[in-house]
């Protein structure tokens, strides 16, 4: 078992830096509605970008060493929250844009899948509250 630790410094206004066990920084802040500067993302924005993060590397790991030729990778990730306190992630959908000449689909489809289905923690973490759906797309 391994763990893992964060500190959260208080700024001013709804601004916060997240050290985390590597030493690098994280700035989160809030909407100018409820008191923040809307100078960077917010916790939940994060949430969304982690979850891309962690299965983004999975992917294009397991498409290296498939040796596939991307040249472009990206992920369009959105996230529909609870209207009632707390404002969780209900659904979470990551659509997986992979460009390059010569991909081939299958190997997409397999790194995608091993990623969602076995390596992705953030996904792990996040399916026990949200319905996370995923679908992919080759572009030459």
Do not use: W
């Amino acid at each position: 078992m391994s763990i893992s630790k964060a500190k959260v410094r208080f700024i001013d206004g709804l601004k916060f830096i997240g050290t985390a066990d590597s030493g690098h920084d994280v700035v989160m802040d809030g909407p100018v509605a409820h008191g923040g500067t809307d100078s960077a993302a917010t916790p939940m924005e994060l949430v969304l970008i982690g979850l891309g993060g962690c299965t983004g590397m999975d992917a294009i790991s397991i498409l290296r060493k498939k040796k596939q030729p991307v040249e472009g990778f990206e992920m369009n990730i959105s996230g529909t929250r609870a209207e009632a306190h707390p404002t969780r992630y209900t659904d979470v959908e990551i659509e997986f844009v992979v460009k390059g000449k010569g991909v081939d689909e299958s190997a997409v489809k397999r790194a995608v899948d091993l990623s969602m289905e076995k390596y992705c923690s953030v996904k792990a973490t996040l399916e026990q509250h949200a319905e996370v759906s995923f679908s992919y797309r080759l572009e030459e």
